[in-house]
C-alpha cells in the first residue's frame, strides 16, 4: 500500500521544541510538509530534495529544519522556538513521480 505515515505531533509551550517525522512506504523524490491552521489555508512549512537541497516557508525559516533520510524513506522537521501561529495540522508531502502523496495529518500545538 502506497502510503504516508507521519509522528510526532503534540501539545508544546512557546519557546519549546518538537520533532515531526514521516516514512513513505515506496521511493520517492521530493519530501516535505505543509500546515494548515483553522481557517486558513494550507501554506508550505518546508521541502527537501533527495539530494538535500532544502526551501522553506519565510515564518519559520531560522527555526525549523527539514532533513531526510534517503535508505528509510523518512523525512524530518525538528521545530525549535515554537509559537503559538505554528499552531496546526501539519501534513507530510512525497513527489512519487506519478502522483502527490499525503499524510493523514498530525496536530501540533503550541500553547502555554
Known amino acids: 500500500q502506497v502510503q504516508l505515515v507521519e509522528s510526532g505531533g503534540g501539545l508544546v509551550q512557546p519557546g519549546g521544541s518538537l520533532r515531526v517525522s514521516c516514512t513513505a512506504s515506496?521511493?520517492?523524490?521530493?519530501m516535505g510538509w505543509y500546515r494548515q491552521a483553522p481557517g486558513k489555508q494550507r501554506e508550505l512549512v518546508a521541502v527537501?530534495?533527495?539530494?538535500?537541497?532544502?526551501n522553506y516557508g519565510d515564518s519559520v525559516k531560522g527555526r525549523f529544519t527539514i532533513s531526510r533520510d534517503n535508505a528509510k524513506n523518512t523525512v524530518y522537521l525538528q521545530m525549535n522556538s515554537l509559537k503559538p501561529e505554528d499552531t496546526a495540522v501539519y501534513y507530510c508531502n512525497a513527489d512519487w513521480g506519478l502522483r502527490d502523496l499525503w499524510g493523514q495529518g498530525t496536530q501540533v500545538t503550541v500553547s502555554s
Open positions: 515506496v521511493n520517492v523524490n521530493v
Open positions: 527537501i530534495t533527495r539530494g538535500g537541497r532544502t
